[in-house]
């Protein structure tokens, strides 16, 4: 007689450990290189924030990163996931419109010289000041033009400016890679990872696509690794604890985890995960393309930075706002916002008994105690969070996305 589904997930957690690590003795007998022992045969695969990144530098440094790549690429060493090709094509245009909108905001507070005062008119400093702002707005109009120039310009591009331009010439159809993976086996994948917390990924199920995309990426690091089986440097810019153990709020070495499942797949090869600036450092490419790396890197993470300060703010004015109601105020409006974000997987998601269960088409299975305490956590009171948690397992003990936030136009 086969277990029950929950009895089954019971029983991969508590072995969680043996999921993650199952060659207990390659923990104490494997040896890895070093970066500067392995980088001058190592495979290299860029992550799409890598690819996102010269958007922040100069045409110069574009020239000797075209150069650096093609290298790479004549020598058979640099690839690309198709996952990164993917979010490459959805992210470019936002970088573009940054760029773009930056430069129309330079239009913004125009000069004024709104000093009506009549007992000043007759003043010879008064007219002195009123020619000279004359002089300003011509200035300031023809500076305005040379604005939508250059924003013109930029709307121009369309999908040939400079970055994938150079792409373009660059990343022909032979370095991009991909894992084996089904659509359906990779959800099964991901949620297992999710289950046992093995990276990457599981940090990332509120993102749009619910984590699948680092783990896309991951997999095709291993099938590289194990059709290769030679080291590999992973270049990204992600810096989330699932691809990273942190210190002080910053990365401080690569999760054992993958370096482990990358040794094991690759038949003791060694992964490193590095960001661009690093990569250019190895390679000894001009100091000047080093540092412009460095500060797009520290705009990218100071950006980073400010939009987790805002969250948190948002969290601290919306604690305040919570403490302000009554108990049952506080439950309904959690039990409103879940029901906002998660359906019982009964209503919305086909059941397939061949595979296994419900098909979380919507994202999932998600838990309710981990939803709700993701997001009020230290905001409302533990027993509020225990009461609603607790009423929600009657309905069901694994919630699907909520399929009413995406319209059928966008399938």
């Not at 004024?112 to 007992?119: A, R, S, T």
């Not at 990332?204 to 099938?223: H, Q, T, Y």
């Not at 990218?300 to 969290?315: A, C, D, H, P, S």
């Amino acid at each position: 007689m086969f277990m029950s589904e929950k009895k089954q997930s019971q029983e991969q957690v508590v072995f969680a450990l043996e999921e993650a690590f199952p060659d207990a003795d390659g923990i104490f007998t494997s040896v890895f290189k070093k970066l500067n022992d392995s980088y001058e045969e190592a495979l290299i695969v860029f992550d799409t924030n890598v690819l996102l990144l010269p958007y922040s530098m100069g045409n110069e440094s574009l020239e000797q990163l075209r150069l650096l790549y093609k290298r790479l690429i004549d020598g058979g060493r640099l690839f690309i996931p198709k996952r990164v090709a993917r979010e490459f094509a959805r992210n470019r245009n936002k970088k573009l419109g940054e760029i773009y909108n930056s430069v129309l905001q330079r239009k913004s507070g125009k000069s004024k010289n709104n000093l009506n005062y009549p007992i000043l008119e007759d003043l010879e400093e008064k007219k002195e000041l009123d020619a000279v702002f004359s002089e300003l707005e011509k200035v300031e109009q023809k500076y305005h033009k040379a604005i939508d120039k250059l924003a013109s310009t930029i709307r121009s591009w369309e999908w040939g400016d400079p970055v994938s331009a150079m792409y373009s010439e660059l990343f022909v159809s032979n370095i991009l890679i991909e894992h084996d993976f089904s659509n359906s086996d990779l959800v099964g994948e991901l949620e297992r990872r999710f289950l046992l917390q093995i990276p990457p990924g599981y940090k990332d199920s509120k993102k749009d696509d619910g984590g699948v995309g680092d783990l896309a990426i991951w997999l095709s690091l291993l099938k590289i690794g194990k059709d290769k089986k030679k080291d590999l440097i992973f270049v990204t810019e992600d810096v989330k604890p699932d691809w990273w153990n942190q210190s002080n709020g910053s990365e401080f070495l690569p999760r054992y985890e993958l370096i482990d499942e990358f040794r094991r797949v690759a038949k003791g090869c060694t992964l490193h995960v590095v960001r661009l600036s690093k990569l250019l450092e190895i390679f000894k490419v001009e100091q000047k393309l080093i540092e412009e790396a460095l500060d797009a890197e520290r705009k990218r993470k100071e950006k980073f930075t400010k939009l987790v300060l805002g969250m948190r703010e948002r969290r601290k004015r919306e604690s305040q706002r919570l403490s302000s109601l009554s108990r049952g105020e506080t439950v309904s409006e959690i039990k409103a916002w879940f029901f906002s974000n998660y359906e019982d997987p009964a209503e919305s998601c086909p059941y397939e008994t061949r595979e296994g269960g419900y098909q979380y088409i919507w994202g999932g299975p998600y838990d309710a105690r981990e939803e709700i305490e993701g997001n009020f956590g230290g905001m409302v009171d533990d027993s509020i969070i225990d009461e609603v948690v607790d009423e929600l397992n009657l309905i069901s003990w694994e919630w699907s996305g909520a399929s009413n936030k995406y319209p059928e136009d966008d399938f």
